[in-house]
């Protein structure tokens, strides 16, 4: 027997609606924080009312974090399942994330750079939606220099973020979107003592970090986005530039997209110094999802393993 669908169930557009109002309560430092009800005006704005007076009721910092007022559509569900810990909750008015999307034998890019796409179309989308649901979106040089990235949330409703990019010694070429398409505020971190003939890089703004290059710490990094208001970064890659952040500790989560197939030697995604024994190796909570054909991998860090993580670095 069929099961006719539930003509009443939020639809996976007015699910996206719902996460983008609760996105931009986080993005302005004011993320629900208690649990409460979640339903929406007549013009579509989120409300917050009383628990079990809501769509969905939500229990930040729980586990689960809500529970709906009536059963949801499998892909609805899936978007609140992946969606609503990045949005609600204590943490997540300071939250970093980082996606790496790679193959099977977990490189990004063949030998050769080429890397679109290693993954399917709805991990494009996932991208785009972090993307609209963060301050901002950081890159490294080389992903710039060889992708060209336009940075946007073009896939998905949402307000484009701030476009960052670390370049420690000011050397990325000067024709890439992200400096000529006025799309979104661009940001060049750049380490101490470089220069380039203007003080603007395009369209972008220069901010020196208090670092000599190559390496910029992450941690100063973020001290220099935080200082100018962006508190929620994503980082989306490349592979160098997530390693250094999940190296560092500084991560709350890394989305991890695995595509069915072997590319060989090539471009790792994540790579991280050796270790002697795996009582040293990283041991995140993981959650998993489908999309497509490709396997979502969904990591936390707890904040207090990652401090522990840090001073080990260190």
Not at 27 to 51: E, M, N, W
Not at 125 to 131: G, S
Not at 175 to 200: I, M, N, Q
Not at 284 to 302: A, Q
Request: aromatic letters at 4%; proline letters at 7%; a neutral charge.
């Amino acid at each position: 027997m069929v099961t006719e669908p539930n003509r009443d169930a939020l639809t996976e557009a007015e699910a996206w609606s719902l996460l983008r109002g609760l996105g931009e309560l986080a993005r302005a430092g004011g993320s629900v924080k208690s649990p409460c009800g979640l339903t929406v005006d007549s013009v579509g704005a989120i409300q917050l009312v009383t628990l079990g007076e809501g769509l969905v009721d939500l229990l930040p910092d729980g586990t689960p974090c809500y529970r709906a007022a009536r059963p949801l559509r499998r892909d609805v569900e899936l978007m609140f399942d992946l969606y609503l810990p990045l949005c609600i909750g204590t943490a997540s008015d300071n939250l970093v994330v980082g996606h790496v999307g790679q193959s099977l034998d977990g490189q990004i890019a063949t030998s050769t750079g080429a890397s679109c796409y290693v993954t399917g179309h709805q991990d494009l989308v996932h991208m785009h939606r972090l993307r609209a649901l963060f301050d901002a979106v950081l890159v490294g040089r080389a992903t710039i220099a060889c992708d060209n990235p336009q940075l946007t949330t073009r896939l998905v409703p949402g307000t484009n973020p701030v476009r960052v990019v670390v370049d420690p010694s000011l050397r990325s070429p000067l024709d890439r979107h992200v400096f000529l398409d006025r799309a979104a505020p661009t940001l060049v971190l750049h380490g101490k003592g470089s220069v380039r003939e203007h003080t603007r890089l395009a369209n972008a703004d220069l901010v020196e970090v208090p670092c000599a290059p190559p390496l910029l710490p992450p941690a100063l990094l973020l001290a220099c986005l935080r200082e100018r208001g962006l508190r929620r970064i994503f980082v989306e890659g490349g592979g160098v530039t997530v390693s250094h952040f999940l190296q560092a500790g500084v991560m709350d989560r890394i989305h991890v997209a695995v595509s069915p197939m072997f590319i060989g030697q090539g471009r790792p995604g994540v790579d991280l110094p050796k270790i002697d024994s795996l009582d040293q190796a990283m041991r995140p909570k993981t959650r998993t999802f489908t999309l497509g054909t490709d396997v979502l991998f969904d990591c936390e860090f707890p904040r207090a393993s990652r401090a522990a993580s840090s001073m080990q670095a260190a």
